[in-house]
């Protein structure tokens, strides 16, 4: 059973330390998208990604936010430095080709800074 | 950009009963499709169903299934014969001919036993 694994599950950290979520998509997946979860603003666009380039990532804070995909197994989302702000559910999903079948999201890291 | 309008924050249903969440979006686009995602307690977001845009016939999964009416940009759920499982946030999506995914603000649906 294909799934996307997010790691780590949950991270606590203090304000102004880095923090990097890693995203394994689904094997043969060549689109990965990063989103944000709060219950203020709900799901938010951070990044997404096509064959390993860089789509959009206009919804990202760009002083402090930044992502990649060093390969096509791996996906990475970076705070530097993290703020109470950042506190939230981070989502990576993945799908394929035009994404007829939908995305297929990974379980999440719940980050919280203190 | 396309919106997605979800106007039920929550919705609630007696176990067995059936229940319909509302979804409506905008866009000027022909090539679209939607889809409706299910997140229980445990966070994970679960794909329920799929609706291309140039097909008519209604998509249908077992309990689930939707009415889409595309004149009206409309995309409801229906769950039949609600269970308890069913119990979890319900958010609406569309995917734009330039394969951006737009997300509705969800639905939280409580189930009576």
């Known amino acids: 059973d294909a799934r996307v694994t997010q790691t780590p599950r949950h991270k606590v950290t203090e304000m102004g330390q880095e923090v990097t979520m890693r995203c394994q998509p689904i094997l043969g997946h060549n689109t990965v998208f990063w989103y944000r979860q709060t219950m203020m603003q709900g799901l938010e666009l951070l990044a997404y990604?096509?064959?390993?380039?860089?789509?959009?990532d206009s919804g990202m804070p760009k002083d402090r936010f930044s992502a990649e995909m060093p390969d096509a197994t791996l996906a990475t989302l970076k705070i530097q430095p993290s703020e109470p702000r950042d506190s939230a559910v981070y989502f990576c999903a993945s799908g394929l080709g035009r994404l007829a079948g939908g995305l297929i999201f990974g379980p999440g890291t719940r980050l919280t800074v203190l | 950009a396309q919106t997605v309008t979800q106007s039920q924050p929550e919705m609630s249903v007696q176990e067995a009963e059936t229940v319909t969440l509302s979804c409506t979006y905008d866009t000027s686009e022909s090539d679209y499709y939607l889809f409706w995602y299910k997140q229980p307690p445990s966070r994970q977001m679960i794909l329920v169903i799929r609706?291309?845009?140039?097909?008519?016939q209604n998509a249908t999964e077992n309990r689930f299934s939707v009415n889409f009416q595309k004149a009206a940009k409309s995309f409801s759920l229906k769950i039949s014969d609600s269970q308890l499982g069913d119990a979890a946030m319900y958010f609406c999506a569309y995917r734009s001919t330039g394969n951006q995914f737009y997300f509705g603000t969800g639905t939280s649906l409580t189930v009576i036993p």
């Open positions: 609706q291309e845009a140039y097909k008519q």
């Open positions: 990604f096509r064959n390993r380039a860089p789509l959009d």
